[in-house]
């Protein structure tokens, strides 16, 4: 987190050079700007060729940002992976040191889950009942 604020730090930096490099040609092109077309032209080439090193350099520090992204993301991923073997492993110890629960447990869930999904197949049964009721044969 605190390298994201360095981040943007660094970004607004460099925004603000590039507005003062900006700025600067600004004045240099109003300066010339009695000159020939021919000499317009030549000044333009130049504010690009100024400006194309600076544009790159930003947007590769954008890139850095994403790939410094890419490393937390890769990271947190690492840490809910090791999350999960861990409770994987202690659950596998329960279940090995004290069968009889797990097996109650278990159990216990299953009944619960039969019982909700009961409710709502009931629930679904009597909600398209109620949309198209059944043709009876008199």
Same mark, same amino acid.
């Given at each position: 987190?605190f390298?994201?604020s360095?981040?943007? %730090?660094a970004?607004?930096t460099?925004?603000r050079q590039? &507005? ?11 300066? *010339?700007?009695g ?5 317009a032209? &030549?000044?333009? &080439?130049r504010?690009?060729?100024a400006v *194309? ?12 940002? *994403?790939?410094?992204?890419?490393d937390?993301a890769a990271?947190?991923?690492?840490e809910?992976? &090791?999350?999960?073997n ?7 110890n329960?279940?090995? %040191?004290? !069968?009889?629960?797990?097996?109650t447990?278990a159990?216990g869930?299953g009944?619960l ?5 009961? $409710?709502?197949s009931?629930?679904? $049964?009597?909600?398209r009942?109620?949309?198209s !009721?059944r043709? $009876?044969? *008199?």
């Amino acid at each position: 987190m605190f390298g994201q604020s360095r981040y943007s %730090h660094a970004m607004s930096t460099n925004v603000r050079q590039i &507005e003062r490099r900006l700025r600067s040609l600004e004045q240099r092109l109003e300066g *010339a700007g009695g000159r020939t077309s021919a000499s317009a032209a &030549e000044a333009a &080439e130049r504010v690009a060729n100024a400006v *194309a090193p600076l544009l790159n350099r930003v947007a590769d520090q954008f890139r850095g940002g *994403a790939n410094l992204m890419n490393d937390e993301a890769a990271k947190l991923g690492n840490e809910v992976v &090791e999350l999960g073997n861990d409770a994987l492993r202690r659950l596998s110890n329960e279940a090995k %040191h004290r !069968p009889v629960v797990a097996v109650t447990v278990a159990v216990g869930v299953g009944i619960l889950l039969g019982l909700a999904s009961g $409710r709502r197949s009931a629930a679904v $049964r009597a909600a398209r009942a109620r949309r198209s !009721p059944r043709r $009876r044969a *008199a």
